[in-house]
């Protein structure tokens, strides 16, 4: 018999007698369908208080001795099983988070820490590989033996100590798979819903992480995006969502629909953490600015270009109006842009996403046991009636095996253009007003879950950054009724840094965010029932999904 090392015996006796008095799976307590998340479990442990605690603060007790990550992660586990059973957020959580979380506490003691992220519990998205869980991107397809190897990004995790806490549902492929999907259902998983209103739509794809955060049930999320699924289900359940620029976060070993615009992301309930995990995932040390963000001048002199989005609703008009009034009062600068080539990009951006995910989804399948290319997906999902009970049909896999080869002249041509005219909708309207940054709604009020509808889904914000592979950042503006809108800020090329600065003396001096159940202030003809309906006719559906 191998003899144990001292750190893994010391983790077993550490860990043991806490997974002892561990709770077992709980009932979730009924609600009305649209009412909100309330926690059945407190979120305070040891006098903090897991809603608003940021990094910083939970690595500063740790230091001292006052908190342990092995009672962070468990309390994080205990909410998973007595909250999540409303919300349905996390598929699945790792037998060795304890473990994980154990050794952390060694490194801590014997001062040997490896970051920011040590000791910290951490949700992915299931799209995203680990070596000793399943990673399925909600399909059924994908279900059974985990991939041989972790991705990159959880690679630099575990090596920067951080406890890789379970696996967040997510729209099933990332929404690309029928032309009017259900943001947030898998045939894994199941439906994720919004714990502000449980009847509401979480949106996008990377659902499950928003909605796991909003209800303290990690400490971050890392979530992915194509086009707007950090952060439209950042906006829509009042947390952090970071689109970070292209190639800023590996993207190998992580499901993928285009290798132009896909990118990985920190999410979480507050700007701090977020770009502490990015510090993780990039290799790039953290910009110091938690402090200079408070300060009351944080924001006098920065100019930020506000395009408004009417189509979006009047109650979100009205909070991008009071957004504006705010950072204004704050020494901002805010004035009224528009940005160009938008109903171009929107023609263009999903014919070349069809001929990129076909192209891309092979490379994944062919690594992984299962469907081998997109052809035999394909027929998984024909022979497997679990796989229609809500994405009912397949069409975007369909047209994307007849799509143009990406060696076609026809595609090079219509990336080109979105690339040119992407990049120049932002460069030119912050050069022409000498901006610091871009403003936007992030979301519409969240919609009313339907499986036979689809989605509700006019949110053409994220499109200019999404496909210019330039910055983005979601952040708590407020609420229409008791539902979370985010203000979406947009830069130049690779200032993710300078943005998340920004981002952070924003959301300091509008305080968004409330947790579920605690929008009570809210006026009675802003309820939530209605608040969220917006026109869907609009904007072309399939070029406009989170994904």
């Known amino acids: 018999m191998k003899t144990r090392s001292m750190a893994a015996m010391t983790a077993i006796l550490i860990v043991a007698p806490l997974i002892a008095v561990a709770p077992g799976p709980q009932a979730a307590a009924q609600s009305r369908p649209g009412g909100s998340a309330r926690s059945a479990e407190s979120t305070l442990v040891g006098g903090i208080d897991l809603d608003t605690v940021t990094i910083p603060e939970l690595q500063a007790r740790m230091a001292r001795g006052s908190l ?68 399925t991107a909600g399909s059924l397809a994908l279900a059974g033996k985990p991939p041989a190897a972790d991705a990159e990004l959880v690679a630099k995790l575990r090596a920067g100590g951080a406890v890789i806490l379970g696996k967040a549902n997510l729209s099933e492929w990332a929404n690309f798979r029928v032309a009017r999907p259900t943001s947030g259902w898998s045939a894994v998983g199941g439906q994720t819903h919004n714990p502000y209103v449980l009847d509401r739509n979480p949106c996008g794809s990377s659902a499950g992480s928003a909605a796991a955060l909003a209800a303290s049930l990690a400490q971050v999320a890392i979530g992915t995006e194509t ?9 829509m359940n009042a947390v952090v969502g970071l689109k970070p620029s292209l190639g800023v976060v590996s993207q190998s070993g992580v499901v993928p629909i285009s290798a132009e615009q896909d990118t ?18 990039s290799g790039d040390p953290a910009p110091d600015f938690a402090t200079a963000a408070t300060r009351p001048d944080a924001l006098r002199g920065k100019r930020i270009g506000l395009w408004r989005l009417p189509v979006l609703g009047a109650g979100v008009d009205a909070l991008m109006t009071r957004t504006a009034e705010r950072l ?12 160009p080539y938008q109903e171009r990009l929107a023609e263009l951006e999903f014919p070349a996403l069809l001929s990129e995910f076909h192209r891309d989804i092979d490379a994944y399948l062919a690594t992984r046991k299962g469907p081998r290319d997109l052809a035999e997906l394909i027929d998984f999902n024909r022979a497997h009636p679990q796989e229609q ?18 060696t076609d002249p026809r595609y090079l041509a219509m990336r080109a253009e979105l690339a040119d005219l992407s990049r120049r909708s932002i460069d030119e309207v ?12 992030a979301n519409p009020p969240a919609w009313t879950t339907d499986c036979g509808r689809g989605d509700n889904d006019v949110i053409p914000s994220s499109t200019p950054a999404a496909v210019a592979g330039y910055p983005s950042l979601s952040v708590p503006a407020g609420f229409v009724g008791e539902l979370p809108v985010g203000l979406l800020l947009m830069a130049g090329k690779n200032q993710d840094a300078g943005l998340l600065s920004l981002g952070a003396a924003v959301e300091h001096r509008l305080d968004g965010r409330r947790a579920p159940g605690t929008c009570r202030r809210c006026r009675p003809a802003e309820r939530a029932r209605g608040a969220g309906r917006v026109s869907s006719g609009a904007r072309p559906v399939d070029s406009r999904r989170p994904s």
Do not use: W
């Open 68 to 135: 342990s990550s092995v009672r962070l992660t468990l309390a994080y586990l205990r909410r998973i099983k007595s909250v999540d059973p409303k919300i349905n957020a996390v598929l699945r959580t790792s037998p060795t988070a304890l473990g994980q979380a154990a050794a952390s506490d060694i490194r801590h003691r014997l001062g040997r820490t490896r970051g920011p992220l040590d000791g910290i519990p951490v949700l992915l998205k299931d799209n995203v590989n680990t070596r000793d869980m399943e990673t």
């Open 264 to 281: 990985a992301g920190p999410m979480a309930r507050n700007v701090i953490d977020a770009a502490l995990t990015l510090s993780v995932l």
């Open 328 to 339: 204004r009062a704050s020494g901002a600068e805010v004035v009224e842009v528009d940005l």
């Open 430 to 441: 912050m050069a022409e007003h000498g901006l610091d940054a871009i403003a936007s709604p």
């Open 227 to 235: 086009d707007g699924s950090i952060v439209c289900p950042a906006g």
């Open 389 to 406: 009970t809500c994405f009912a049909g397949q069409e975007l896999f369909e047209q994307a095996l007849v799509a143009p080869a990406t």
